[in-house]
């Protein structure tokens, strides 16, 4: 298999450090700044999708980033 073989990001600490946050700060990013992570049935480890924490990313960068806001 050619590239990075990942479909999925577990738990809280792989999660932040994929986007450069601090994992005991989980909750609140997922609840107030939309961070694409999720619990099955709300128990258990944390996932997310590579491509959605990449996607959140360039939103997160452009909305902070001076110049770079979205009309």
Known sequence: MEGNPEICIKGAR???LAVGEN??????LV????LPAWKRAGTGSWRALPEDLKQWMLIQRNEHLPGRAQP
Request: aromatic share 0%; glycine share 0%; with cysteine.
């Open 14 to 16: 792989a999660i932040c």
């Open 23 to 28: 994992p005991k700060h989980i909750n609140r």
């Open 31 to 34: 609840k107030h700044c939309d």
